[in-house]
């Protein structure tokens, strides 16, 4: 079973995406936030696999909560957002979340991001995904180019190009078949790569291989 945490601060919101994750035979909703320091304080006592997590809350916002849930190693998180405001999508980003989903995905998608994300998988929703991988990567365009970080010169062969995958968006399975290699090495060396990168999540990578061009 998929543990989720529902962090949402619109009731009739929240009742709804429980009703859909909870129809899932895999996945069990066992708690739920109305903001975002309650979020990080049930994620502390209840431990899920993943906080579905809203950007725009009171008191906290989905953004800092993000940082403490992914922070302190309490589970994965997957953001729902409208990109009606990209700085908390860039914020939520750079915190470590593992995905984003769209506040309108209907009720498949939703419940499918959750299982891709279980799996590991940071990019989901290819129309999210690699929207929000341009419009960042257009975004830092306007500075200097930044500076491929030494520990890149760290990463084999393989690892590179695996990272340059994730820089178009691909999943793990549509890499395999892109590499000709197994689906469970190329999950080994995106946890290979993200640990020599510092970064905590395929997006990150994602966006460094963008800026990168690699």
């Known amino acids: 079973m998929i543990r989720v945490l529902v962090a ?35 994620a502390r006592e209840l431990r899920p696999d993943l906080v579905l997590m809203d950007v725009q809350m009171p008191r906290l916002d989905g953004v800092s909560a993000t940082r403490a849930v992914v922070g302190e190693g309490l589970a994965d998180v997957l953001v729902l957002t409208t990109f009606d405001h990209d700085e908390y999508v860039f914020g939520a980003l750079r915190a470590g979340a593992a995905g984003f989903l769209l506040k309108n995905t209907d009720a498949k998608d939703l419940i499918e991001g959750v299982r891709t994300v279980a ?24 500075a200097e180019p930044p500076a491929a970080p030494p520990e890149l010169e760290t990463l084999t062969r393989r690892e590179r190009e695996v990272l340059g995958r994730l820089g178009e968006g691909l999943s793990n399975a549509e890499i395999a078949a892109r590499l000709d290699m197994a689906e469970a090495t190329v999950k080994t060396h995106v946890s290979r790569l993200l640990g020599k990168l510092g970064l905590r999540s395929r997006v990150q990578a994602a966006v460094l291989a963008q800026e990168l061009g690699l």
């Not at 009731?11 to 320091?37: C, H, M, Q, Y």
């Open 8 to 42: 949402e601060d619109q009731t009739a919101v929240r009742a709804g995406l429980v009703l859909i994750l909870n129809s899932a035979p895999d996945i069990e909703v066992v708690g739920e936030a109305a903001d975002g320091e309650e979020a990080v304080g049930r």
């Open 119 to 142: 799996r590991g998988e940071g990019l989901i929703a290819p129309a999210v995904t690699r929207r929000l991988i341009t419009e960042f990567a257009v975004g830092t365009a306007r």
